[in-house]
């Protein structure tokens, strides 16, 4: 069974940029997964981000894609989310997730992690 | 993009009681793309239902989904004390994939 880490720093200034990486285990990131990021700020609703394969192909939320940069590091089984310019609006617990195909549901999901953008 | 519009915003019943709770999609979700999560505070989404009915593996046969066009049912038969949480549909066949608002289902 696949498990997602998230890490990064909590609190991030504004005009900044967030960063956090998505550790995987028990599967590797090379196999037919898209591994997607998803954010849900405090007391809100759930709202993708974007999502990564091994290969590199990537696609981004239209809302966030200016902003937004996902990579992937085979060598480490982790994926990478940037976020740049970031504002208050950007305050979220920010999930890492995984579906096994490009139309398919999300099957695992990590912890999550909370970001704060504040000075 | 796909708006999913789910209704009521929160449901108030109590245990036992049967909960009925709707997504409704802007336009077609192609093959029944839907799926259903729980989410309880402090922790991830949990997948209960994917391509609209069918339950993830360990889910329990008290949930249920159901599809009629572009509108999606998600029921619980009988609510038991741990299914109090709230409920998020979201569509997987359409980029950008999107969420709907959620559905808080509180103990009356």
């Known amino acids: 069974q696949v498990q997602l880490q998230e890490s990064g720093p909590g609190l991030v200034k504004p005009s900044g940029t967030l960063s956090l990486t998505c550790a995987v285990s028990?599967?590797?990131?090379?196999?037919?997964?898209?591994w997607s990021w998803v954010r849900q700020p405090p007391g809100k609703g759930l709202e993708w981000i974007g999502e990564?394969?091994?290969?590199?192909?990537?696609n981004y939320n239209p809302s966030l894609k200016s902003r937004v940069t996902i990579s992937v590091d085979k060598s480490k089984n982790q994926f990478s989310l940037k976020v740049n310019s970031v504002t208050a609006a950007d305050t979220a617990v920010y999930y890492c997730?995984?579906?096994?195909?490009?139309?398919?549901?999300?099957?695992?999901w990590g912890q999550g992690t909370l970001v704060t953008v504040s000075s | 993009e796909i708006v999913l519009t789910q209704s009521p915003g929160t449901l108030s019943l109590s245990p036992g009681e049967r909960a009925t709770l709707s997504c409704r999609a802007s336009?077609?979700?192609?093959?029944?793309?839907l799926a259903w999560y729980q989410q309880k505070p402090g922790q991830a989404p949990r997948l209960l239902i994917y391509?609209?009915?069918s339950r993830a593996t360990g889910i329990p046969d008290r949930f249920s989904g159901s599809a009629s066009g572009t509108d999606f049912t998600l029921t619980i038969s009988r609510l038991e004390p741990e299914d109090f949480a709230v409920y998020y549909c979201q569509q997987y066949g359409t980029l950008p994939l999107t969420f709907g608002g959620g559905t808080k289902v509180e103990i009356k």
């Open positions: 391509g609209a009915s």
């Open positions: 997730a995984t579906k096994s195909g490009t139309w398919s549901k999300f099957d695992y």
């Open positions: 336009q077609s979700v192609g093959s029944s793309y």
């Open positions: 028990g599967g590797s990131i090379s196999s037919t997964n898209w």
């Open positions: 990564i394969y091994y290969s590199g192909s990537t």
